[in-house]
Structure formats: C-alpha cells, structure tokens
C-alpha cells in the first residue's frame, strides 16, 4: 500500500476507536484494540497498553525489506505512521526513534515505544 493508503488506514482505525464513521462499526475497533485476555497486551493484531493513563495501540510490520510502525493515541486523537524502505534491526531502531520524536513534539503521553505487535 502507499503510504498515503496507510494513513488513511490509521485514520480509520483512529475514527472507529473514537467511536466516529469508519469502515467498520465503533463495536468492532474497540474489539480489535481491547486485550484478548486478563493481563495480555495484545489485541487482535494490535499492541495494546496505557501511556501516562492513555490508551495506545501499536502495529508493525515488515516483509524484511521495509519496516512499518503504526501508533494510535485515540484518547489525543493522533495516529502516527512511520516506514523506512529497509529492514533490519537499525530499520526498527530508526522507526521507534521517529516515533518518540512525534510523540514528544505532538502529544501530551510523551510515548515511550517498547511494545510492538507482529
């Protein structure tokens, strides 16, 4: 997908999370992004946890030629997406770098980017 196709992707997850119109119902985002079980971080293909008492989900993602990060902040209203055209541990390093940096500059959570969601 284009990287213009992948943000409106997060756009739409961000919509459904918020309960707005989106592609699916507001009932199946928050399915998607809720815990599959007591003490799981994971949701159905998301990581999911809190930063400083917000919600945040995160996907990633890399067929080991591009890397691509996906974070929701539905509490801020702010999706971030972030892709490099190579893989590889400096790539996934790169990604989470750039990320922190968004999230510094844009949010109040000032997110920190340990989990990922393969």
């Known amino acids: 997908m284009s990287i213009l196709d992948f943000a409106a992707f997060a756009r739409d997850h961000l919509r459904g999370l918020k309960g707005r119109v989106a592609l699916l119902t507001p009932s199946a985002y ?43 902040l539905p509490d801020e209203d702010h999706a971030f997406v972030v892709v490099t055209n190579t893989a590889g541990n400096e790539a996934g390093a790169g990604t989470k770098l750039a990320l922190q940096q968004l999230g510094a500059r844009f949010t109040t959570a000032q997110v920190a980017t340990g989990a990922t969601a393969d």
Not at 34 to 42: A, H, L, N
Not at 47 to 69: I, K, P, Q
Request: glycine residues 18%; aromatic residues 6%; charged residues 10%.
């Open 30 to 72: 928050g399915r998607m992004h809720t815990p599959v079980g007591p003490g799981s971080k994971t949701g159905l293909g998301w990581g999911v946890s809190t930063y400083r008492g917000n919600r945040a989900s995160m996907h990633s993602g890399s067929a080991e030629t591009f890397m691509a990060l996906l974070l929701l």
